[in-house]
Every structure is written in C-alpha cells, then in structure tokens.
C-alpha cells in the first residue's frame, strides 16, 4: 500500500522530505521516494509497511496539513482524489 505527499516546499532538498516523513510516520515507512524536489510539483511516495485496509488513509489523514518548508502537505491514500480525476 502506498501513501502520497504533494503540495512539498520548492524550498525543500530531498533529504528534508525524507527525514521529515520518516519521522511522522515511523515504522510504518518502508520506503520513500521523493520526485521533482525543487519544483512546483514536488511529491513523495510512501510504500507503507503494512497492508490493512483503509490504513493508508488513515495515516493520509494523520498527514494532512502538517507543515513542511512552511507549506501544508496534501496526502492520500490513493494517487487521485475522487473530486480529482486524473485529465482523461
């Protein structure tokens, strides 16, 4: 299961990212990947280490709206929200 951050600082390098979700989320990170640091689209995503439902959104709710780089996180569960669908 997966967790995805958006909405990260330009102003963020990718080793804050990381220590930053490391930290927030624990045991529970088994791996982070961080993707177009220093842009405006700048993400992370987060393959979590257990597979139970509904947990990644749980932990995406835990999440949400912390600050990083002086900016609130976005974070879901899934890569899309249902209000907003990936351009088809």
Do not use: W
């Not at 990381?18 to 961080?34: C, D, M, N, P, Q």
């Not at 689209?41 to 995406?60: M, N, R, W």
Request: glycine content about 10%.
């Amino acid at each position: 299961m997966n967790l995805f951050v958006s909405n990260i600082a330009q102003s963020c390098s990718e080793q804050e990212v990381r220590e930053f979700l490391e930290h927030e989320l624990g045991h529970y990170a088994k791996s982070i990947t961080v993707h177009e640091i220093g842009t405006p689209k700048a993400s992370a995503t987060v393959e979590l280490a257990t597979d139970g439902p509904y947990v990644g959104e749980v932990i995406a709710r835990q999440l949400q709206g912390k600050h990083l780089g002086g900016v609130p996180l976005a974070a879901s569960g899934e890569l899309f929200d249902e209000e907003d669908p990936p351009p088809g």
